[in-house]
T-cell receptor, first 118, second 115 residues
Framework: AQKVTQAQTEISVVEKEDVTLDCVYETRDTTYYLFWYKQPPSGELVFLIRRNSFDEQNEISGRYSWNFQKSTSSFNFTITASQVVDSAVYFCALSEASSGGGADGLTFGKGTHLIIQP | EAGVTQSPTHLIKTRGQQATLRCSPISGHTSVYWYQQALGLGLQFLLWYDEGEERNRGNFPPRFSGRQFPNYSSELNVNALELEDSALYLC??????????????FGEGSRLTVL
């Protein structure tokens, strides 16, 4: 069975600090997909990134970067020079190819509430 | 372009009543997903509709049901409400049936409170 663990329930940092959100996953599939979503106070989840299990390259998008390490089953998310607008709940999610790889098979972690203080 | 819209924003019901939540997907999206976000439980997959058919459902009792209309909008019905049904219900739509992308577009949710 697939499982996603976000051990950090809440993180609070001061603006401009770097912050890393941890995500550890469990799966028996060799083909799977990992995601990060952001949920601002308004409620809607916003898709940030998708990674498949065969692509271990790290990704950078502006102030956001993702570190995927199959050896430790981790897909961590770093925000550099954090801003107040980054305050939100961030969800890591996993979908196994054996369950269709579709969105109905997404398993979400319980989320990390990130608070950026001015 | 309008995003995913959900109504009502808030709904208060009492135990035993029925609740109906509505969702309009992004224009052109045929797949609609429903998720429940209850306090302390995270996001739980409820239902997936595509082209008017129920394609899959999560581990929820039959009193959670829904449908998708010809215009791809969707309705979630919760019968015989229980206190633990209090949650934020999120609707999401996808252009490609969500296959192998997981890129969903979410609405802002309907917060259901059961008293």
């Amino acid at each position: 069975a697939q499982k996603v663990t976000q051990a950090q329930t809440e993180i609070s940092v001061v603006e401009k600090e770097d912050v890393t959100l941890d995500c550890v996953y469990e799966t028996r599939d060799t083909t799977y997909y990992l995601f990060w979503y952001k949920q601002p106070p308004s409620g809607e989840l916003v898709f940030l990134i998708r990674r498949n299990s065969f692509d271990e390259q790290n990704e950078i998008s502006g102030r956001y970067s993702w570190n995927f390490q199959k050896s430790t089953s981790s897909f961590n998310f770093t925000i550099t020079a954090s801003q107040v607008v980054d305050s939100a709940v961030y969800f890591c999610a996993l979908s196994e190819a054996s369950s269709g790889g579709g969105a109905d098979g997404l398993t979400f972690g319980k989320g990390t509430h990130l608070i950026i203080q001015p | 372009e309008a995003g995913v819209t959900q109504s009502p924003t808030h709904l208060i019901k009492t135990r035993g009543q029925q609740a109906t939540l509505r969702c309009s997907p992004i224009s052109g999206h045929t797949s609609v997903y429903w998720y429940q976000q209850a306090l302390g439980l995270g996001l739980q997959f409820l239902l997936w509709y595509d082209e008017g058919e129920e394609r899959n459902r999560g581990n929820f009792p039959p009193r959670f049901s829904g449908r998708q209309f010809p215009n791809y909008s969707s309705e979630l019905n919760v019968n015989a409400l229980e206190l633990e049904d209090s949650a934020l219900y999120l609707c999401a739509s996808s252009l490609d049936r969500g296959q192998n992308t997981g890129e969903l577009f979410f609405g802002e949710g309907s917060r259901l409170t059961v008293l």
